[in-house]
């Protein structure tokens, strides 16, 4: 594929000349480092950069693999068809499943570090995926490896305008018969309510430290019918012992609770466009 045909510049979303290296709009200015396209600014630096190496062993854990992986991508791959564009956002350092025979595979991801340092996908984009540098309806399937618990900013309400726009932008690049698939963790009474009497203030306190806001299954479904109209919608729930224990904080893997513990449920949201 030549991926200049699906991308278009950050700056004046406009799309790219054939086998060009910069925009029309920006000459001077490269849009690719290495193998990665660059969407965002290389000034600032993601919490991820330093991480991405304890995020690799973390997540390779054998209690990490039960409950957020093994049952997860099986279940991923046996959808996926030959010929596919697939976007994986958030894909980070390494995919936790393998590349899927005969498909194009876009990794797009904010940390500069991790997703250079990704060797599995085709195509690497530095970005966000409040602002997805491909045009209108390019891919057939999107996924979300719990990422968008990491889409926050400095208030619950930011967090929730921060997923309204990123919604916005896998519906404006799925193609009409794709289907956009985000694994995530939903929290469960009473700690929804607690997460969010507390999460402004815990913010304030400790900055970009706290980088996690998960939403609730109602909300997710409902943001998704807004933004993907007429897509069919279902949600799936994956079930784990409540003994196996896991580094519930990847950046301390050696750090392990029961999932009794863990007061979320473990689902995938799906929509199937039409």
């Known amino acids: 594929m030549n991926v200049n045909s699906i991308l278009r510049c950050p700056a004046c979303k406009g799309t790219l000349p054939a086998d060009a290296l910069s925009c029309s709009c920006s000459p001077s200015y490269s849009l690719f480092y290495k193998k990665v396209y660059l969407a965002g600014s290389i000034d600032g630096q993601s919490y991820f950069d330093a991480l991405y190496q304890t995020m690799i062993e973390g997540n390779s854990e054998v209690g990490t693999q039960n409950i957020f992986y093994n049952k997860q991508i099986e279940f991923f791959l046996k959808t996926i068809n030959p010929g596919e564009v697939i976007l994986d956002i958030g894909c980070g350092p390494q995919l936790p499943y393998k590349h899927p025979k005969d498909t194009f595979l876009i990794g797009l991801d904010p940390s500069l570090g991790s997703i250079a340092a990704n060797s599995q996908v085709d195509l690497g984009i530095f970005g966000s995926a409040s602002s ?143």
């Not at 932008?169 to 969010?196: Q, T, W």
């Not at 949600?235 to 580094?247: D, I, N, P």
């Open 132 to 274: 997805i540098p491909l045009i209108d309806h390019s891919v057939d399937r999107v996924v979300c490896f719990y990422s968008i618990h990491h889409m926050t900013a400095n208030s619950v309400a930011d967090n929730r305008n921060i997923l309204n726009e990123v919604f916005k932008e896998l519906g404006r690049v799925i193609k009409p018969s794709g289907e956009i698939m985000i694994f995530d963790v939903s929290p469960i009474f009473p700690f929804n309510v607690a997460e969010d009497i507390v999460w402004n203030i815990v913010k304030k306190s400790l900055g970009t430290k706290l980088d996690m806001y998960f939403w609730k299954d109602d909300y997710l479904k409902q943001l998704g019918l807004r933004a993907f109209p007429g897509a069919q919608f279902s949600q799936k729930s994956f079930y784990s012992k409540w003994s196996t224990k896991f580094a519930p904080i990847f950046s301390k893997p050696d750090f392990f609770i029961p999932r009794a513990l863990y007061p979320f449920n473990v689902n995938l949201y799906s929509w199937k466009c039409f």
